[in-house]
């Protein structure tokens, strides 16, 4: 019922800046938050930042605060999670998340921080 495509990856020097986006299509009217995931090789999926839908209330993973912001547009059916000063432990596949009544994932796109 409710598609997601993320978009905005790919490969940045360290200390550059990406902005990543996540489209949904279909019914999103139940959405209650998103989240952004990632998984890095050899590690397990890992929280990155959370956004609700109608309030706007977020909140990140300690290491990301005060690089990485997440926001959205509801009219749009959109979230973004702008990420600067990159390094290379940013590296990961980074995966949206809308949560309602059910869950629903984009299919991921891939960051890569060269050092």
């Known amino acids: 019922q409710v598609q997601l495509v993320e978009s905005g990856g790919g490969l940045v020097q360290a200390g550059g800046s990406l902005r990543l986006s996540c489209a949904a299509s279909?019914?999103?009217?139940?959405?209650?938050?998103v989240r952004w995931y990632r998984q890095a090789p050899g590690k397990e999926r890992e929280f990155v930042a959370r956004?609700?839908?109608?309030?706007?209330?977020?909140n990140y993973t300690d290491s990301v605060k005060g690089r990485f912001t997440i926001s959205k547009d509801n009219a749009k059916n959109l979230v973004y999670l702008q990420m600067n000063n990159l390094k290379p432990e940013d590296t990961a596949v980074y995966y949206c998340?809308?949560?309602?009544?059910?869950?629903?994932w984009g299919q991921g796109t891939q960051v890569t921080v060269s050092s």
């Open positions: 998340n809308f949560r309602g009544g059910n869950d629903y």
């Open positions: 956004i609700a839908w109608i309030t706007g209330y977020t």
């Open positions: 279909g019914r999103t009217f139940s959405t209650y938050s």
